[in-house]
């Protein structure tokens, strides 16, 4: 009789590989966003004393996202890591945070997926110099072929859509377009080409781990018409087979754009 604890590790590919084939050739998302939390919560649960652990985990799980990816549909993938409100934890945490996310740049930047980095959120919000490694980084993937990853760091939904109504203001006050009128240049359009995501899809898949269910300002205007897939699971355990579970349930679903 095999150990009972050998069974998960045995069964495990098995079961990946039945649902790499009911996934095949169903209609699978072309942009996916993760809030990926629970990191401190799964540490604790762990053991760990420090919760730090979890964060350096959960840190690890980008890159691994993005290869599992590159068997799907996948062409964009944004990725939550650090938000605006985040920004008033204690120093010290908020402090290991920029060093952890920094290396998640790096290690985008510098891994074999190929990727291309774009930071999304506000930078200046950082330490300069975090800010600046971080955007040098990026940089070295402009010219890369493989899947595109949002990185939203210092991110807010609200204030990215403040942000582009301000600048679609601004661009239409640098024309010369009379105050009376300014109104008229705030469409549903202006906004969209100013957000921080432009030129690319709305995120077709939201995924949020750790049990939460809500968006917590995240991409409140791209994730207007986008299915959300919520997971008991924190994000430092979030396995390949929770990424194929979600797209399974996305290809089930009857998208309908609020009609």
Same mark, same amino acid.
């Given at each position: 009789?095999?150990?009972?604890? *050998?069974?998960?590790? #045995?069964l495990?590919?098995?079961?990946?590989?039945?649902?790499?084939? @009911?996934?095949?050739? #169903?209609?699978?998302?072309?942009? %996916?966003?993760?809030?990926?939390d629970?990191?401190?919560?799964? &540490?604790?649960?762990?053991?760990? &004393?420090?919760?730090s652990?979890?964060?350096r985990? /959960?840190?690890?799980?980008?890159?691994?996202?993005?290869?599992?990816?590159? +068997?799907?549909?996948?062409?964009?993938?944004?990725?939550? *890591? =650090?938000?605006?409100?985040? $920004?008033?934890?204690?120093? @010290?945490?908020?402090?290991?945070l920029?060093? %952890?996310? !920094?290396?998640?740049?790096?290690?985008? &930047?510098? /891994?074999?997926?190929?990727?291309?980095?774009?930071?999304?959120?506000?930078?200046?919000?950082?330490? /300069? +110099?975090i800010? @600046?490694s971080?955007?040098?980084?990026?940089?070295?993937?402009?010219?890369?072929d493989?899947?595109?990853?949002?990185?939203?760091?210092?991110?807010?939904?609200?204030?990215?859509?403040?942000?582009?109504?301000?600048?679609? %203001?601004?661009?239409?006050?640098?024309?010369?377009v009379? $105050?009376?009128?300014?109104?008229?240049?705030?469409?549903?359009? !202006?906004?969209?080409?100013?957000?921080?995501t432009?030129?690319?899809?709305?995120?077709?898949?939201?995924?949020?781990t750790?049990?939460?269910?809500?968006? !917590?300002?995240? =991409?409140?205007?791209? &994730?207007?018409y986008?299915?959300?897939?919520?997971?008991?699971?924190?994000?430092?355990a979030?396995?390949? %087979?929770?990424?194929?579970?979600a797209?399974? +349930?996305?290809?089930?679903?009857?998208?309908r754009?609020?009609?």
């Amino acid at each position: 009789m095999p150990n009972v604890k *050998l069974l998960p590790r #045995l069964l495990y590919p098995l079961y990946e590989q039945r649902l790499l084939k @009911e996934v095949a050739g #169903l209609p699978q998302p072309k942009h %996916i966003a993760v809030i990926v939390d629970g990191n401190r919560r799964w &540490a604790r649960a762990a053991g760990f &004393a420090d919760v730090s652990h979890g964060h350096r985990i /959960g840190a690890k799980k980008v890159a691994e996202l993005v290869s599992w990816c590159k +068997d799907t549909d996948v062409e964009v993938i944004t990725v939550y *890591l =650090l938000s605006t409100e985040n $920004l008033s934890r204690s120093s @010290e945490e908020i402090e290991l945070l920029f060093e %952890i996310i !920094s290396g998640v740049v790096s290690e985008l &930047a510098n /891994g074999d997926t190929d990727c291309r980095v774009r930071l999304v959120g506000h930078l200046h919000l950082l330490p /300069g +110099d975090i800010a @600046e490694s971080m955007q040098r980084e990026a940089a070295k993937t402009c010219d890369n072929d493989g899947i595109t990853v949002n990185v939203a760091v210092g991110y807010g939904g609200r204030q990215e859509i403040v942000d582009a109504a301000r600048d679609v %203001i601004r661009e239409a006050t640098a024309r010369g377009v009379e $105050l009376a009128k300014l109104a008229d240049a705030i469409t549903v359009e !202006s906004i969209s080409t100013h957000l921080y995501t432009s030129g690319q899809p709305d995120p077709d898949l939201v995924i949020r781990t750790s049990g939460e269910q809500r968006l !917590s300002g995240f =991409l409140l205007w791209q &994730a207007a018409y986008s299915e959300i897939w919520f997971t008991d699971t924190f994000w430092p355990a979030f396995r390949r %087979i929770d990424l194929l579970r979600a797209l399974r +349930d996305y290809s089930k679903r009857s998208r309908r754009f609020g009609k």
